[in-house]
């Protein structure tokens, strides 16, 4: 549906891309990277806001030197972006002084009914909330029917207590409204969630692409693993692999230790450095030929043990459980 | 009063200001009286050089609402070569002495290629509306202009963003979300010019003496009849222009402004 060639842009010093990427039709796809990573800089690209160089298709039109007013790709803002000398209707109708929108007053009951909007429609939008403002903006983009729906951090400014009430509705309106979603957030439980496909973003380049699970689960690179928050990333030398570059990474909760060397295929002898209690488990930090490892032992477990600081003993860590990149 | 030095001094600096400002405007209003001033507008020179300096005082905001505005807004949006210095050289006729100005304009418009082009199209400037609207709009057009630039600031270019998104054209996302939210930094400075514009008698008076604009015909009574005559048109005209303009501001203000520019305190 959505195909974008080597799209590049400079701005001062900040360099996107080159990116290329494709999106199906009627998918949820989010970009998840660090602010100040370009991901708002990409969405406002798609969209026409930005010039770029390379190439933009829209189900094979193309849309490079379109306008956005001629591209039919939606915007929410982080911020909403409400036009304040509006109400909260005419926000939402906006569109169609401009647009042939068919059945206009189906549509809008529609979604004041799905993003439950009713009893805010003749306010004044300075009056609304974050959670209201975000429904609105949402609602405001999709009356205009778009191909597009361009998403910028949505749920950043919304209450914690509704962000869930509003991510099932988002999860529901590629289909219900025939859009395509792009979703852009730092957050990995919101993309984790929604997503059907993950693009992660650093410094103005995307380095992994792929179904949700896959990418949360095996980054493919040292930058993508650190970014998704692993823990234990090593040199895959350690394995006894002469890879250089290659690294592997173990889930703190996956990590074994035991005073009998057991034929396992990666046990190292350790010493333990540093202990940490914590409500339900221990912090464990051991140091295997000078590099520290991190573990997360159940109580239980770490009582069974008596794990104490200087003790040495054997860590142990199964195959099936290494992530490597 | 948690407050209460402060607050003070405040008070008691800013009352200097207020009555600095303030007396003269009272003591004439009081020295003329009302009946004289409802009197003195009756007669045909006062009221015609009123009408006409309001009047041209008018069309010389509406050029440049026109011109100016664009300008503002280019400003405002966008960076460009030479633009500080744009931005300073529109600034310098707040800053030149109004006679200088004048002669300026008529250097300018009534000699050399303009000027010919000018009387090609039978546009003359001395003793004419036309020359007092340009002596006016010389002089009184930073007014709108920086008024509209900060207005344009205010608005949040992601508005423009969001509405071309929606399928607004450039120039439709100007007038339905650009102009409504900034219209009161637009109206105030098309208020500040025109009420410049009225009051101006420098460069007016080298261009065009006659027709005689309020603030040449207050001079010219002074000159001939002395204070006693001229005090009664001085006062009409402040009279009048001080109704428009508190009335334009009145409804300006009722009308609210979308952009908050942030919480006032209260005094405690």
Redesign the interface.
């Known amino acids: 549906m959505l195909k974008v060639k080597n799209l590049f842009l400079k701005k001062g010093s900040f360099v996107l891309g080159k990116l290329s990427f494709a999106i199906e039709k009627n998918s949820y796809f989010v970009i998840l990277g660090k602010t100040g990573s370009g991901k708002t800089m990409l969405l406002?690209s798609l969209?026409?806001?930005q010039n770029i160089e390379g190439e933009i298709y829209c189900s094979d039109e193309r849309m490079t030197l379109l306008?956005?007013?001629k591209?039919?790709?939606?915007?929410v803002?982080q911020?909403f972006?409400l036009?304040?000398?509006m109400n909260v209707r005419e926000n939402i109708t906006?569109?169609k002084?401009?647009?042939k929108i068919e059945n206009k007053e189906t549509l809008l009951k529609d979604l004041v009914d799905f993003l439950h909007i009713e009893s805010i429609l003749d306010r004044d939008v300075?009056t609304l909330s974050g959670g209201e403002k975000q429904r609105v903006a949402i609602a405001?983009?999709i009356f205009?029917r778009?191909r597009l729906l361009?998403l910028d951090e949505p749920l950043s400014a919304v209450d914690p207590t509704f962000r869930n009430a509003i991510m099932k509705s988002l999860k529901d309106i590629a289909k219900r409204y025939d859009t395509t979603i792009i979703h852009v957030t730092h957050n990995f439980r919101e993309a984790s969630y929604l997503a059907d496909k993950i693009a992660v973003m650093l410094d103005g380049r995307i380095l992994q692409i792929g179904k949700s699970n896959d990418v949360l689960n095996n980054p493919s690179t040292l930058e993508v693993a650190k970014f998704l928050g692993f823990k234990n990333i090593f040199d895959n030398s350690l394995l006894g692999f002469n890879q250089p570059g290659k690294y592997f990474s173990i889930d703190p909760n996956k990590i074994l230790f035991s005073y009998d060397n057991i034929d396992k295929e990666y046990c190292f002898k350790c010493k333990i450095d540093r202990v940490m209690g914590i409500t339900d488990h221990y912090k464990v930090f051991a140091k295997v030929q000078n590099k520290t490892f991190f573990a997360k032992v159940p109580k239980n477990m770490f009582n069974k043990l008596k794990l104490e600081e200087g003790k040495e003993c054997f860590l142990y860590i199964d195959k099936k459980d290494i992530v490597f990149m | 009063m948690r407050d209460r030095g402060f607050i003070l001094i405040f008070v008691f600096l800013s009352s200097i200001i207020v009555l600095f400002l303030m007396v003269p405007l009272l003591k004439l209003f009081a020295s003329v009286g009302l009946f004289d001033i409802v009197k003195t507008l009756q007669e045909r020179d006062v009221y015609e050089s009123i009408f006409l300096t309001l009047k041209v005082a008018l069309y010389g905001v509406i050029f440049v609402c026109i011109t100016g505005i664009p300008l503002a807004y280019l400003i405002a949006r966008y960076e460009f070569w030479g633009k500080s210095l744009l931005e300073s050289m529109l600034d310098i006729p707040v800053m030149v002495p109004h006679t200088a100005a004048g002669i300026a304009l008529l250097v300018a418009f009534e000699n050399g290629y303009m000027g010919q082009i000018f009387k090609y199209f039978h546009i003359d400037f001395i003793d004419t509306a036309t020359g007092i609207m340009s002596a006016m709009v010389f002089l009184s057009a930073p007014f709108l202009i920086n008024g509209a630039k900060e207005g344009f600031k205010k608005v949040?270019v992601?508005?423009e963003?969001?509405?071309?998104?929606?399928?607004?054209?450039?120039m439709?996302t100007f007038f339905?979300?650009v102009l409504?939210?900034s219209k009161n930094d637009i109206i105030n400075g098309a208020l500040m010019m025109w009420s410049r514009a009225l009051g101006e008698f420098g460069a007016v008076v080298i261009i065009a003496y006659h027709p005689m604009v309020a603030p040449v015909l207050i001079y010219d009574r002074f000159n001939n009849f002395g204070l006693k005559y001229s005090a009664p048109v001085a006062a009409s005209m402040i009279f009048v222009s001080m109704i428009i303009f508190l009335t334009v501001r009145y409804i300006n203000n009722k009308k609210g402004s979308?952009?908050?520019t942030g919480e006032l305190a209260t005094f405690e």
Not at chain 1, 71 to 75: A, P
Not at chain 2, 161 to 170: D, E, F, K, M, Q
């Open positions: 406002e969209a026409g806001i306008p956005p007013e591209r039919n790709f939606g915007f803002y911020d972006v036009f304040p000398n906006f569109s002084k401009y647009k300075e405001r983009a205009s778009p361009l | 949040d992601k508005y963003r969001v509405a071309r998104t929606l399928g607004a054209s450039r439709s339905s979300i409504p939210n979308h952009i908050r």
